[in-house]
């Protein structure tokens, strides 16, 4: 009679404390199918019972009771650029909500899980969005072997109770309307900030406003993230953004990217521009 108490006791510890992972995949698919539709395919639930398993620490006392730190959910999504994979947790957070940033591997000592991120062979960008980050690879590496150690650089981060940044950045205050903004600025703004960045935040990119010139009537944006440098990028601001824009905005006739160190420079010149062009208005 005893050992059968003890047998029952410990079959109830296994059971009922043990995190989810170790249960039946039966009983993970039946609780999760109704949030998360996609994971009822058995490759997906299998990496996330072996992702779990391996990242879920625990500790028994000598009075057997488990002791979970935290079993994050990760997924990984694809975006249009094969290079770049987004990653994210129901359960996790980044960046404010609406804050983005492009995180250079030379500025990776600013973010403690960007350090642990970039030390990872075949990483060579990251992207740091509000409920997600962007990892790029090197063309050629395989994600099979890169996701683990993502996976764990994230769960690692969140256990830690490290800031992301050590230091503010810049956040996306791109779209705010300024008293010196045109009305055609402010309606490139508010159309980037309510529909064209949330469509590329969903495929882990995103994108920022830059300049306008007046005078032939040019957007110019900055892609970030799984948009940088992505094959279909130009379809995407051409055929997507521009047109866009030119539909809702009669005074734009096109849009062109910048690259990051086009930016100030370009800043500068439009700025001249308009300096100019108020100085020659005030002579007449």
């Known amino acids: 009679g005893f050992c059968l108490n003890r047998l029952l006791v410990l079959s109830f510890f296994f059971v009922f404390t043990l995190p989810v992972p170790y249960r039946s ?37 000598n009075f057997g009771v488990a002791r979970q730190l935290r079993n994050l959910f990760i997924q990984t999504a694809p975006t249009p650029n094969p290079d770049s994979q987004k990653y994210y947790s129901y359960d996790l957070t980044f960046m404010e909500e609406g804050e983005s940033y492009e995180l250079p591997a030379g500025q990776a000592h600013n973010s403690p899980l960007g350090s642990a991120i970039f030390e990872i062979d075949g990483v060579k960008g990251l992207y740091l969005g509000d409920d997600y980050i962007t990892v790029t690879r090197t063309p050629g590496k395989d994600w099979q072997t890169i996701n683990p150690s993502v996976y764990a650089a994230i769960t690692s981060w969140s256990n830690s109770g490290a800031p992301l940044l050590h230091s503010k950045v810049e956040s996306n205050e791109d779209t705010i309307p300024l008293d010196t903004d045109s009305e055609v600025v402010v309606a490139v703004k508010e159309l980037v900030d309510a529909k064209i960045r949330p469509m590329l935040k969903r495929d882990g990119g995103n994108m920022r406003y830059i300049e306008y010139d007046h005078d032939e009537g040019t957007v110019y944006l900055l892609l970030e993230g799984a948009c940088s440098n992505c094959p279909s990028s130009s379809n995407t601001l051409k055929h997507g953004i521009e047109r866009m824009l030119m539909h809702w905005i009669p005074e734009i006739t096109e849009v062109r990217e910048v690259q990051q160190e086009e930016v100030e420079p370009l800043k500068l010149y439009m700025q001249e521009k308009r300096d100019k062009a108020e100085q020659a208005e005030a002579q007449q």
């Open 25 to 61: 995949t039966r009983t993970l698919h039946s609780g999760y199918k109704n949030q998360l539709p996609h994971f009822q395919s058995t490759p997906t639930m299998l990496r996330f019972v072996q992702a779990a398993n391996r990242y879920t620490t625990q500790a028994v006392s």
